[in-house]
C-alpha cells in the first residue's frame, strides 16, 4: 500500500513539475526527429511514408479526442482529478509525466514495427508525435495568450465551462462525428 502512495505521489509531483511540462516538448521534439531520421535513413516508398505521415497526424486527432473525452473526462479513472485540477486553473504548468508520453509513443512505435514494417511505423508515429506536439503547443496557448486563435480559444473555453461538450483542443472535426459540438 505505501509503495503504491509513494508512486503516486512521485507521479504527482512531476505532473505539477514545471520543468516536466517544458521538457516534455524537448522530449516529444527529440523523438519526432529521432523516428523521420530513422524513417528517412530506411525509406523506399517515398508517397507512401507522406501518407502514413499524415494519416499518423490525424490519428493523434482522434486519439486526443478519446483520451479526452473518456479517460480525462471519466471520474473512474486516475487522470480524471488532475484534468479537473486543470479546470480549475487553465493557466497553472500540468502535464502528463513526460516519461509517460515518450514510452506509450515508442511502444506504439514497436507494435506498428510489427504490424506493418519499420518504415511506415517510423512515419505513422512521427505524424502522430507532430501531432502531439502541436496539441500541446495550441493548447498552451489557447491558456497562456488568450488572443492566441481567438476562436479555437473560445470553442475551448466552451468546454471548460461546460466539461461534457467541446472536446476537440486542436479540432472540432471529432466533436462533429460524435455529436459534442455545442
Known amino acids: ?7 503516486k505521489n512521485f507521479l504527482d509531483s512531476v505532473a505539477q513539475s514545471k520543468y516536466n511540462y517544458w521538457f516534455s516538448f524537448v522530449s516529444d521534439a527529440t523523438l519526432f526527429v529521432a523516428l523521420i531520421t530513422y524513417g528517412v535513413f530506411i525509406a523506399f516508398f517515398v508517397l507512401l511514408d507522406i ?28 487522470a480524471f482529478q ?10 497553472r504548468l500540468l502535464a502528463l509525466p513526460w516519461f ?3 514510452s506509450t509513443l515508442v511502444c506504439l512505435w514497436g507494435l506498428f514495427c510489427l504490424l506493418i514494417g ?5 512515419f505513422l508515429v512521427a ?9 500541446g503547443l495550441v ?5 497562456q495568450l488568450p488572443g492566441f486563435w481567438k476562436k479555437r480559444t473560445a470553442y475551448h473555453e466552451i468546454h471548460h465551462k461546460h466539461p461534457n461538450i467541446n472536446y476537440g483542443v ?4 471529432w466533436d462533429v462525428v460524435f455529436r459534442t459540438k455545442k
Do not use: C
Not at 170 to 173: D, G, I, L, N
Open 118 to 122: 519499420r518504415e511506415f511505423a517510423s
Open 170 to 173: 486542436t479540432t472540432s472535426f
Open 127 to 135: 505524424g502522430m508525435v507532430l501531432g502531439y506536439l502541436y496539441y
Open 139 to 143: 493548447h498552451h496557448l489557447q491558456h
Open 51 to 78: 501518407m502514413f505521415f499524415v494519416a499518423g497526424f490525424f490519428l493523434l486527432g482522434l486519439i486526443e479526442y478519446a483520451v479526452h473525452r473518456w479517460v480525462f473526462h471519466n471520474p473512474k479513472t486516475p
Open 100 to 102: 509517460v508520453s515518450t
Open 1 to 7: 500500500m505505501r509503495k503504491n502512495i509513494d508512486q
Open 82 to 91: 488532475k484534468h479537473m485540477q486543470h479546470h480549475g486553473d487553465p493557466k
